[in-house]
DNA sequence: TTGCGCAGCTAACAGCGTTAGCCTTACGCT
DNA sequence: AGCGTAAGGCTAACGCTGTTAGCTGCGCAA
C-alpha cells in the first residue's frame, strides 16, 4: 500500500550474526566507548584478532548494527502510520520515533550520530527508514524539517541537555502541534 | 534590557590559555579525533605530560573549549535577537544559529553532542546560550522544540544525513514556519 | 645565598585497533 | 583411506591513545 516495501538486507554467516549481536548487547549495556574488539571477543569467549575472520574491522561490526538500527526503526515507523489516519499521522510518527530511539538509545546514537557507513549498507534502506516523515507530511522540506526536530528531541533527551524537572511530554507535544498546524497538505489543526 | 548579562567566565592562566587556543584549532582543522594530547602538545612545540602542569587531563582541555563555545554561541544568539523586531525572531534566531554552528563545526559537535561537563562549566553559562529561544518564543516548551528543532537540523547537515541535492535552505524555512505560526504569543505568520 | 615552585623533560604502563603467522579441525575429493 | 584445503581459532607484536611517576633546570623571593 502506501508503505513500500523493505529493502533486501546484507545477508550474514550464522557466525557473524551471532558477533553482531553479543555487539549490540555491548552496546547497549556498556555503551559505545566500551564496545571494544576485546570486550566483544570476550563475550564470545574468544581472542580479539580471531573477530577479524568475520568482519573486515571494527567499522564494519559498527555498519552491521547501524543495518539493523536502520531497518528497525523503519519498521516502527511504517507500522505506526499503518495503526492512524491521515490527520493523526505527525504526532503518531513522533510518538513511535521516541519510544523506538528510547528504547535502543545506543543503537539509535551509533546509527544516527557521526558519519553514516553508506558504502557497506543495502541500497534504499536509509531512504526506506526515511521514508515515513515524508508519508507524514506530504511535503518534502517539512518532512526533513520533522525529521530534525524529532532527532535533535531524542538526542537532546538522551544526553540529559534539558534543564531539570522539564516535561519532555509537553515539549514534544509543543513539536507536534508546531509541525501539524503548519504546511502539511492535509493536515487539519491538532490543538 | 531582555537579554541578560553573560555569566562569569572561569579564569585561565596566560599558558592555558593559549593551550585551550591550539587545541581549537586542532580540533577545527583536522577534528576531533584528532585532537590528542600528542598532537596538541606538539603544535606547542612541548610534549605531551607537560600539558598535565596546565590541565588536570583531557576532559579539562575539552571543558574550556565548551565554556568558550556556549559563551561565543550565546553571544551571537542573543546579538541576533537585538537586531530585530519581536515578529521576526524566530527567523532571525535561527538564521544566526545555522550560520554560526556551521562556522564553528568541531567546536559546535564538542559542545552539543554527548555528556555536557557540568562540573567543569560557570553556573548560569548554559542557560544563558539557551534563553534566546525562550525569548523568541515566549513560551517554555515551545522553546525547548525550537532549540531542538535546529539542533538537529545542525546535526544532520554536518553529517551529511540529508539526500544529496536537498535545498536546506528551503527545509530551514519550512521549520521557522512552522515554528512561527504556532503557540508563541507574540508571532505572526511569516509566509 | 638558599630555597621553592613552576614548567618542562623521559620512561613507562595499560588499553585500543589491527596485522602477521601459526595450528588444529572438519570436510570434500580422488 | 588419505590427501588438500579452507575455516576459525590462537599468540606475539606494532603503533597509537591517555596518563603517571619522577627528574631537571630556571627564576624569583626571603
Redesign the pocket.
Known amino acids: 500500500m502506501s508503505t513500500h516495501q523493505q529493502p533486501v538486507r546484507t545477508p550474514r554467516?550464522p557466525?557473524a550474526a551471532q558477533i553482531a549481536a553479543a555487539a549490540r548487547g555491548l552496546l547497549e549495556e556498556r555503551g559505545r566507548d566500551?564496545?571494544?574488539?576485546?570486550?566483544l571477543?570476550e563475550r564470545l569467549?574468544?581472542?580479539?584478532?580471531?573477530?577479524?575472520?568475520?568482519f573486515?574491522?571494527?567499522?564494519a561490526v559498527e555498519a552491521a548494527l547501524v543495518e539493523d538500527a536502520l531497518a528497525e526503526m523503519g519498521a516502527a515507523l511504517h507500522a505506526a502510520l499503518g495503526e492512524v489516519p491521515a490527520a493523526g499521522r505527525v504526532p503518531a510518527l513522533l510518538a513511535a520515533y521516541r519510544r523506538h530511539a528510547l528504547a535502543h538509545p545506543g543503537l539509535y546514537r551509533l546509527a544516527t550520530t557521526g558519519p553514516l557507513p553508506r558504502a557497506a549498507l543495502p541500497g534504499g534502506l536509509e531512504e526506506w527508514a526515511g521514508s515515513p516523515f515524508f508519508l507524514a507530511t506530504d511535503e518534502p522540506h517539512l518532512a526533513q524539517a520533522l525529521w530534525s526536530y524529532a532527532h535533535g528531541m531524542v538526542l537532546l533527551e538522551l544526553d540529559h541537555r534539558y534543564p531539570d524537572g522539564s516535561d519532555l511530554d509537553l515539549t514534544w507535544q509543543a513539536g507536534a502541534r508546531a509541525f501539524t498546524a503548519s504546511g502539511g497538505r492535509s493536515a487539519p489543526d491538532v490543538p
Not at 34 to 39: D, I, K, P, S, V
Not at 56 to 59: I, L, V
Open positions: 554467516t557466525r566500551e564496545l571494544t574488539m576485546r570486550a571477543a569467549g574468544i581472542r580479539a584478532p580471531s573477530l577479524y575472520k568475520h573486515r574491522n571494527k567499522e
